[in-house]
């Protein structure tokens, strides 16, 4: 169901609570388009990502301020469950009607997640029809989280002083963030593969068009990267994470092979990997320790590399042998552009560094708390929030609830 964000001067409030920091994201209609309203971010100390209750109790006063502070406008936000909370599962079922099938999910989902699935919140999505031993099936996408979960999360916001009027999953905003790519005749037949490497996984997203046709969580983000260097200095993985921002600053990135280009009209919104910005006042990391970094991130890095593989291998199965036709990076971790080059290389796919706040008009001269003139990744799922979540209606799934939030 659409939530008609636009019937309203200004949006709700996106509010990204991720695993490394939060995010606040408004935006307003202007001239057919919208506008940057305002925008926050917080970090989220590293002693409290293992803690929920300080952690949760650091969220809501960190939004309280937020919204005190950065200009936003009402208290009405719209906000993703945290991908930690969230179970994914790719389930194949026989074919029956939308009432049968938000039915039988509780059904087909028990013993499949981390908790009791009778007292989970379901969505599922329809990717789409396949058969299986010459017999047509149904291959859903099921997203659950605990009820305990979504309370604690809810409570939170509340606790912020704010009226939650949505709440999503992130596969939608991320699909609504990018939605401009597939208004062209056709583009419901290319397929791209969204890798959103954040602080504490990694979400893949495939899709035809709008329409979501794979999903999945992969335990692997920033935060092992940063223990794994650490280890490998012989430093706290917060120092780590500086060590890592620093080389990422002062490499020089070569272009990606022949074949390897941006995916945005005329460059709109995205930047061809291999264009990263050389900082001349960058901190500059010696090379032992650059080596030591480099040699201590093979191992996960190939890992995560090989799981999606896996992924491409598993959708290139359901569809037929269907390639992946491009591949967007996104999420905080993307910024170091070595990373998504040694990925797009070894998936062999044209890619591309995903900037979701480039298309957002500004004010000249609009005070902001982030970085305008740099791509900035790590904000797909806020925007995709900030402009209205209706990929429900717009991909023409068919999208259930079995309980409500």
């Given at each position: 169901m659409a939530l008609g964000w636009f019937n309203t001067k200004v949006n709700p409030i996106a509010v990204d609570v991720g695993t490394s920091c939060i995010k606040m994201l408004q935006v307003e209609p202007r001239d057919g388009g919208l506008k940057l309203?305002?925008?926050?971010?917080?970090?989220?100390?590293?002693?409290?990502?293992?803690?929920?209750?300080?952690?949760?109790?650091?969220?809501?006063?960190?939004?309280?301020?937020?919204?005190?502070?950065?200009?936003?406008?009402?208290?009405?936000?719209?906000?993703?469950?945290?991908?930690?909370?969230?179970?994914?599962?790719?389930?194949?079922?026989?074919?029956?009607?939308?009432?049968?099938?938000?039915?039988?999910?509780?059904?087909?989902?028990?013993?499949?997640?981390?908790?009791?699935?009778?007292?989970?919140?379901?969505?599922h999505l329809v990717a789409g029809e396949v058969y299986h031993d010459q017999e047509a099936k149904m291959e859903v996408i099921l997203m659950a989280a605990s009820r305990e979960s979504v309370e604690r999360h809810l409570a939170m916001l509340s606790r912020a002083k704010t009226e939650v009027v949505g709440i999503h999953v992130?596969?939608?905003?991320?699909?609504?963030?990018?939605?401009?790519?597939?208004?062209?005749?056709g583009d419901?037949?290319?397929?791209?593969?969204?890798?959103?490497?954040?602080?504490?996984?990694?979400?893949?997203?495939?899709?035809?068009?709008?329409?979501?046709?794979?999903?999945?969580?992969?335990?692997?983000?920033?935060?092992?990267?940063?223990?794994?260097?650490?280890?490998?200095?012989?430093?706290?993985?917060?120092?780590?994470?500086?060590?890592?921002?620093?080389?990422?600053?002062?490499?020089?990135?070569?272009l990606l092979p022949a074949g390897v280009v941006s995916i945005g009209a005329n460059g709109v919104n995205a930047h061809p990997l291999g264009a990263a910005n050389n900082r001349s006042d960058a901190l500059l990391v010696a090379p032992e320790a650059v080596k030591k970094v480099s040699d201590a991130l093979e191992e996960p890095v190939g890992t995560l590399i090989s799981e999606l593989e896996l992924c491409v291998r598993y959708y290139e199965s359901v569809f037929g042998g269907k390639p992946v036709d491009r591949t967007l990076f996104l999420g905080g971790e993307a910024r170091h552009v070595t990373l998504c080059q040694k990925i797009a290389q070894r998936l062999a796919l044209p890619?591309?560094?995903?900037?979701?706040?480039?298309?957002?008009?500004?004010?000249?001269?609009?005070?902001?708390?982030?970085?305008?003139?740099?791509?900035?990744?790590?904000?797909?799922?806020?925007?995709?929030?900030?402009?209205?979540?209706?990929?429900?209606?717009?991909?023409?799934?068919?999208?259930?609830?079995?309980?409500a939030v």
């Amino acid at each position: 169901m659409a939530l008609g964000w636009f019937n309203t001067k200004v949006n709700p409030i996106a509010v990204d609570v991720g695993t490394s920091c939060i995010k606040m994201l408004q935006v307003e209609p202007r001239d057919g388009g919208l506008k940057l309203l305002a925008a926050a971010c917080t970090d989220i100390p590293h002693d409290l990502r293992g803690k929920p209750r300080e952690r949760d109790e650091f969220a809501a006063d960190a939004i309280k301020k937020m919204l005190g502070e950065a200009g936003f406008k009402g208290r009405q936000v719209a906000t993703c469950l945290p991908a930690a909370h969230v179970a994914m599962q790719h389930l194949r079922v026989a074919r029956m009607s939308d009432e049968e099938l938000a039915k039988a999910l509780p059904f087909e989902a028990a013993g499949k997640l981390p908790f009791d699935s009778s007292r989970a919140v379901i969505r599922h999505l329809v990717a789409g029809e396949v058969y299986h031993d010459q017999e047509a099936k149904m291959e859903v996408i099921l997203m659950a989280a605990s009820r305990e979960s979504v309370e604690r999360h809810l409570a939170m916001l509340s606790r912020a002083k704010t009226e939650v009027v949505g709440i999503h999953v992130e596969p939608n905003a991320l699909i609504e963030c990018f939605s401009h790519l597939f208004r062209r005749k056709g583009d419901e037949n290319l397929s791209t593969m969204f890798i959103d490497i954040g602080a504490g996984s990694t979400h893949v997203v495939i899709s035809h068009g709008k329409q979501i046709v794979f999903a999945k969580h992969l335990a692997f983000g920033g935060d092992l990267f940063n223990r794994k260097a650490g280890e490998a200095l012989k430093i706290a993985p917060g120092k780590a994470s500086e060590t890592r921002v620093a080389m990422m600053r002062q490499a020089t990135t070569d272009l990606l092979p022949a074949g390897v280009v941006s995916i945005g009209a005329n460059g709109v919104n995205a930047h061809p990997l291999g264009a990263a910005n050389n900082r001349s006042d960058a901190l500059l990391v010696a090379p032992e320790a650059v080596k030591k970094v480099s040699d201590a991130l093979e191992e996960p890095v190939g890992t995560l590399i090989s799981e999606l593989e896996l992924c491409v291998r598993y959708y290139e199965s359901v569809f037929g042998g269907k390639p992946v036709d491009r591949t967007l990076f996104l999420g905080g971790e993307a910024r170091h552009v070595t990373l998504c080059q040694k990925i797009a290389q070894r998936l062999a796919l044209p890619a591309t560094l995903g900037d979701p706040l480039a298309r957002l008009a500004k004010d000249n001269g609009q005070k902001c708390g982030v970085d305008l003139k740099s791509p900035q990744p790590g904000w797909a799922i806020a925007v995709g929030l900030a402009q209205g979540i209706r990929a429900e209606a717009e991909q023409k799934t068919k999208v259930g609830e079995v309980a409500a939030v």
